[in-house]
T-cell receptor
Framework: GAVVSQHPSRVICKSGTSVKIECRSLDFQATTMFWYRQFPKQSLMLMATSNEGSKATYEQGVEKDKFLINHASLTLSTLTVTSAHPEDSSFYIC????????????FGPGTRLLVL | DQQVKQNSPSLSVQEGRISILNCDYTNSMFDYFLWYKKYPAEGPTFLISISSIKDKNEDGRFTVFLNKSAKHLSLHIVPSQPGDSAVYFCAASGLNYGGSQGNLIFGKGTKLSVKP
């Protein structure tokens, strides 16, 4: 199957700092990448959809100034959590899709963020 | 309002027997359904999918059945193996379901435990 990587896998930071998470599709070009968040024992919640070369589309309730998304190339999308607070602590997962007509998404391994 | 529901949070099955994981959906505009397997602190792994034009799709030990009139799908794993123990997420998608195009809507997951 398609391979998607995420870096870092785990990050601990102080409140008020910014954290950048990278998502890369390793063996295919992803026209669209998605960012999800998962709280303990909860389902995956879509945060935003990222299309290469255009602005990300955020889901209702997700602050776009808080969660900055950049999809600079067909293989890389980044999520920056700005001025992180303890309530931002969560498991962040990205996924990638080949094309608009291909609905299967392939997920990265996730990033565990802990804000102290 | 949950559009994709997995009503059983957990399921325990003996090794070698059949595991049946169920999923219900409410939006009749969904036309593509997927099952993902997820281990703790990892991203979901794509297992199998089915389009709404079919009622069954099989891949090795995994079979997905779709009953459109009942808005119900199920994942059958036979024979079940201890390595199948994980959380299984059902997801639905559709180009015209009313949400963001091509996005996946996830259920809350069912934790499967296969006992040796």
């Amino acid at each position: 199957g398609a391979v998607v990587s995420q870096h870092p896998s785990r990050v601990i930071c102080k409140s008020g700092t910014s954290v950048k998470i990278e998502c890369r599709s390793l063996d295919f070009q992803a026209t669209t990448m998605f960012w999800y968040r998962q709280f303990p024992k909860q389902s995956l919640m879509l945060m935003a959809t990222s299309n290469e070369g255009s602005k990300a589309t955020y889901e209702q309730g997700v602050e776009k100034d808080k969660f900055l998304i950049n999809h600079a190339s067909l293989t890389l999308s980044t999520l920056t959590v700005t001025s992180a607070h303890p309530e931002d602590s969560s498991f962040y997962i990205c996924s990638a899709r080949f094309s608009v007509s291909q609905e299967t998404q392939y997920f990265g391994p996730g990033t565990r963020l802990l804000v102290l | 309002d949950q559009q994709v529901k997995q009503n059983s949070p957990s399921l325990s099955v003996q090794e070698g027997r059949i595991s049946i994981l169920n999923c219900d959906y409410t939006n009749s505009m969904f036309d593509y359904f997927l099952w993902y397997k997820k281990y703790p602190a990892e991203g979901p792994t794509f297992l199998i999918s089915i389009s709404s034009i079919k009622d069954k799709n099989e891949d090795g030990r995994f079979t997905v059945f779709l009953n459109k009139s009942a808005k119900h799908l199920s994942l059958h794993i036979v024979p079940s193996q201890p390595g199948d123990s994980a959380v299984y997420f059902c997801a639905a998608s559709g180009l015209n379901y009313g949400g963001s195009q091509g996005n996946l809507i996830f259920g809350k997951g069912t934790k499967l435990s296969v006992k040796p």
